[in-house]
C-alpha cells in the first residue's frame, strides 16, 4: 500500500527566502505524486503534479517539485517566499493502475512566512 | 466554471444528536469523494462514488456513517448518531472520472461535536 510521510509540521521561512517542503513516499508501483495546498478555512487546491513524464515539475505560484526514484522523495520548492504563500502543504501519492487507485495523503506541514 | 459547492459551511451539535452535509460536484463530474479532515492531519478519504455506485466505502464507519448519492450528481454524508471524535472537517471532492489523476475541493464543513 502506498503512503507518504512529510517532514515537518510546522516550517517557517522569512520572505524573500528558500521555501523547502519535504515529502517521502513509499508506492510498490510507479506513483502519481501530488501537492495540495490549504488556505483557512478552505478547501484543497492543486499545486502540481507528477505523473511519469518530466521528473522536475513545475507548478502554480512559482512551486516546484522534483521526482527523485532513488531516494522516493517529492520535495516541493520555491526560490523566494511571499507573505501569501503562507498555509498549509499536503504532500499526497496515489497508484493510478491499481485496482482500487485513491489518494493518501500526509499529515500536511504548515508553512509560515516571517516578515 | 463553478467549483464544488458544500453546506453547511459549519455545524455544531451535540454527540448522539445526528448530521447531514450536502456535496454539489463540478458539473459533468462522474466521481464524487467525501474525505474526513481531523485537526492536524491530512485528508482520509471515507467514501469514492463513480456515479450513484459506490467504488470504495473501506474507512467509512458504517455503524454510524452512510452517504447516498442517488441521482448520480449531488451527494449526501449522514452521521447518526454523533461522537466527539467526529469533529472534523469533512471535504467533498470531485474528478471528470475515476481514472482521473486530479480531484477539485469544495470549501468544506467544520463539524463540532460537543
Known amino acids: 500500500a502506498q503512503s507518504v510521510t512529510q517532514l515537518g509540521s510546522h516550517v517557517s521561512v522569512s520572505e524573500g527566502a528558500l521555501v523547502l517542503l519535504r515529502c517521502n513516499y513509499s508506492?510498490?508501483?510507479?506513483?502519481?505524486l501530488f501537492w495540495y495546498v490549504q488556505y483557512p478555512n478552505q478547501g484543497l487546491q492543486l499545486l502540481l503534479k507528477?505523473?511519469?513524464?518530466?521528473?522536475l515539475v513545475k507548478g502554480i505560484n512559482g512551486f516546484e517539485a522534483e521526482f527523485k526514484k532513488s531516494e522516493t522523495s517529492f520535495h516541493l520548492t520555491k526560490p523566494s517566499a511571499h507573505m501569501s504563500d503562507a498555509a498549509e502543504y499536503f504532500c499526497a501519492v496515489s497508484e493510478p493502475y491499481s485496482s482500487a487507485s485513491k489518494i493518501i495523503f500526509g499529515s500536511g506541514t504548515r508553512l509560515s512566512i516571517r516578515p | 466554471e463553478a467549483g464544488v459547492a458544500q453546506s453547511p459551511r459549519y455545524k455544531i451539535i451535540e454527540k448522539r444528536q445526528s448530521v447531514a452535509f450536502w456535496c454539489n460536484p463540478i458539473s459533468g463530474h462522474a466521481t464524487l469523494y467525501w474525505y474526513q479532515q481531523i485537526l492536524g492531519q491530512g485528508p482520509k478519504l471515507l467514501i469514492q462514488?463513480?456515479?450513484?455506485?459506490?467504488?470504495?466505502d473501506s474507512q467509512l464507519p458504517k455503524d454510524r456513517f452512510s452517504a447516498e448519492r442517488l441521482k448520480g450528481v449531488d451527494s449526501t454524508l449522514k452521521i447518526q448518531p454523533a461522537k466527539l471524535e467526529d469533529s472534523a472537517v469533512y471535504l467533498c471532492a470531485s474528478s471528470s472520472d475515476r481514472s482521473s489523476d486530479e480531484q477539485f475541493f469544495g470549501p468544506g464543513t467544520r463539524l463540532t461535536v460537543l
Open positions: 508506492s510498490s508501483v510507479p506513483p502519481y
Open positions: 507528477y505523473t511519469s513524464a518530466a521528473t
Open positions: 462514488f463513480q456515479n450513484n455506485g459506490v467504488v470504495d
